[in-house]
């Protein structure tokens, strides 16, 4: 049986872009609208104001990060809370910034980037591998759910308001598609939103549904298994972490509710939902 709590602290604008640093043994995310960095050490969580808009995370190495924002893609000294742009992207950082992104098992990292307006189209993912940043899905709005298979076969992703979750097959030994994007969940019929989602160590997904309150676990064959009632309206993005991987944390929103319950915006700490597979580190060329 599952079960469910919330951290408190200063809840999240927009919280996004969970990550559990494998060697640091230290979860973090972000807060996209207010710019924030947060993390949780031990008992202690740790917000850190950030110039720009912050969206997703990768490990390096045990003191770096890599951190996306509306310009680029930066290492981040996790102590020092240094940044060193690694690659920019091509888009007016005024009118566009980053979105959901993930490392896969080749060390490289998939970003999206999207319209500030949600303007249909403008969004695509991108590749950042051995040096180079390649678009390799492009013409939709908001993108989201980046995650891999755990046998290294697809990348799954979600355009949002199309509430469909798309699967892309990748070479076993490069990470690079090899076939156009097929849908793999619909549920267009349904109204729900997939946001944020992540793989279990057994093959399944949990896709976090955004307006439902709720995740959603999917067998590898996109048959549902189980769903977790969570107590915010707007979950955005899991990530399995802990001493095992078996403890889900997932983030919230609270931008649009008006009527909030205490813990909208919080970072909830779900148990019993099974065990997740350690984030690879990405691989920098500098």
């Known amino acids: 049986m599952s079960t469910v709590s919330a951290l408190q602290h200063t809840p999240c ?13 230290q979860m973090f995310w972000i807060d996209i609208i207010e710019h924030r960095l947060l993390s949780l050490k031990g008992e202690e969580i740790v917000d850190t104001p950030l110039e720009r808009t912050p969206s997703a995370l990768g490990w390096v190495d045990k003191n770096s990060l890599l ?17 060193k742009l690694v690659v920019g992207f091509e888009h007016d ?23 500030r307006d949600a303007i249909e189209g403008e969004a695509a993912f991108y590749r950042y591998f051995q040096g180079k940043l390649t678009k390799v899905i492009s013409n939709i709005t908001i993108p989201n759910g980046c995650c891999f298979s755990a046998d290294k076969q697809w990348v799954y ?7 469909q979750i798309m699967r892309m097959k990748l070479d076993k030994d490069t990470g690079w598609p090899i076939a156009e994007p097929e849908l793999f969940i619909d549920h267009s019929d ?5 946001d944020g989602a992540i793989v279990a160590d057994n093959g399944d997904m949990i896709s976090a549904h955004w307006g439902a309150g709720e995740l959603v676990r999917y067998s590898a064959e996109g048959e549902i298994v189980e769903r977790y009632p969570v107590p915010v309206k707007q979950p955005t993005c899991p990530a399995f972490g802990g001493e095992n991987l078996d403890t889900l944390f997932v983030t919230s929103a609270k931008v649009g509710i008006e009527e909030r319950s ?24 500098l």
């Not at 924002?69 to 940044?83: C, K, N, T």
């Not at 349904?190 to 997939?194: A, D, K, L, S």
């Open 190 to 194: 349904n109204f729900r939103e997939p």
């Open 262 to 285: 205490v813990n909208e915006g919080q970072t909830l700490v779900l148990t019993g939902v099974g065990k997740g597979i350690a984030e690879p580190a990405v691989k920098l060329s």
């Open 93 to 115: 950082p005024l009118t566009h910034r980053s979105n959901d992104g993930r490392a896969d098992p080749w060390g490289g990292f998939w970003i999206s980037t999207m319209h």
């Open 67 to 83: 951190l996306a924002d509306e310009v680029g893609l930066h290492l981040l000294e996790i102590e020092q809370q240094s940044l």
């Open 13 to 25: 604008g927009l919280g996004e872009g969970i990550l559990w640093h494998p060697e640091r043994q």
């Open 157 to 163: 992703f979600t355009n949002s308001p199309t509430a």
